[in-house]
Nanobody
C-alpha cells in the first residue's frame, strides 16, 4: 500500500516560516508526482504545488508562488514544502498526495490517488 506521512505543521506568526515534510512509502519514489494541497475551514481543498520526482519539474499556484518552495530527497523518499512569508490566509490543514504533476493537473485534488493524513498550519496575525 502507498502511504504518505505529512508533518511539520504548527503555529507561526505572520511573516514566519515552516517546512513541511511528506515521507512516501510503498512506491518507487523516483518518477512520481507528489502534490501539496491545503484545506481551510469551510473551503474546498486547494492544490498549491507539486513536484515530479523523476525530472524535478515543479508547479505552484498563484497564491503561494514566490513564497513556497517544493523539493524532494530521493534518498529519504521525502518531499518538502518550504513556506516563507506565511500569512493568516495560509492557515489550513496541509496534505500531500500522489498523482499527476503537470500545470493542468496539480490543482485538481480529484486526480490524486493516495493521501497523507494532513498537518495543521496556523498563522497568527
Amino acid at each position: 500500500d502507498v502511504q504518505l506521512q505529512a508533518s511539520g505543521g504548527g503555529l507561526v506568526q505572520d511573516g514566519g516560516s515552516l517546512r513541511l515534510s511528506c515521507v512516501v512509502s510503498g512506491i518507487t519514489f523516483d518518477g512520481h508526482g507528489i502534490g501539496w494541497f491545503r484545506q481551510a475551514p469551510g473551503k474546498e481543498r486547494e492544490g498549491i504545488s507539486c513536484i515530479d520526482t523523476g525530472d524535478n519539474r515543479t508547479f505552484y499556484s498563484d497564491s503561494v508562488k514566490g513564497r513556497f518552495t517544493i523539493s524532494s530527497d530521493v534518498h529519504k523518499s521525502t518531499v518538502y514544502l518550504q513556506m516563507n512569508d506565511l500569512k493568516p490566509e495560509d492557515t489550513a490543514v496541509y496534505y500531500c498526495a500522489t498523482g499527476p504533476c503537470t500545470t493542468y493537473t496539480f490543482s485538481r485534488p480529484g486526480l490524486y490517488r493516495s493521501w497523507g493524513q494532513g498537518t495543521l498550519v496556523t498563522v497568527s496575525s
